[in-house]
């Protein structure tokens, strides 16, 4: 059983950079895609990034571009997202999420495991 414990989250002031965690336990992974998502309130859950586990190959959403970094360790079997130049509009519940294909995909349905999501607010 495939488990995503997210770390990280806080309050910070917009211009401010946070770094979350993604720590996964059950298994180990190789040729599989992970992800981070976000839901704002009142909003559909939205893709941020994700990375190829065994390439390392990324993939941004348009919003997020130039200022998130997704990255992973594969010897702690963590992922991270690296979050700088925060603006308000990043506030969000953010989730970590892996599927067993190696294609990346941005589609919240298409990805199985799923952690609990870590708050992440960011004041003007």
């Known amino acids: 059983q495939v488990q995503l414990v997210e770390s990280g989250g806080g309050l910070v002031q917009a211009g401010g950079s946070l770094r979350l965690s993604c720590a996964a336990s059950g298994r180990t992974f190789s040729s599989n895609t992970l992800g981070w998502f976000r839901q704002a309130p009142g909003k559909e859950r939205e893709f941020v990034a994700s990375i190829k586990w065994n390439s390392g190959g990324t993939d941004y959403a348009d919003s997020v571009k130039g200022r998130f970094t997704i990255s992973r360790d594969n010897a702690k079997n963590t992922m991270y997202l690296q979050m700088n130049s925060l603006k308000p509009e990043d506030t969000a519940v953010y989730y970590c999420?892996?599927?067993?294909?190696?294609?990346?995909?941005?589609?919240?349905?298409?990805?199985?495991?799923w952690g609990q999501g870590t708050q992440v607010t960011v004041s003007s």
């Open positions: 999420a892996a599927r067993d294909y190696s294609l990346p995909d941005r589609r919240v349905n298409k990805y199985t495991y």
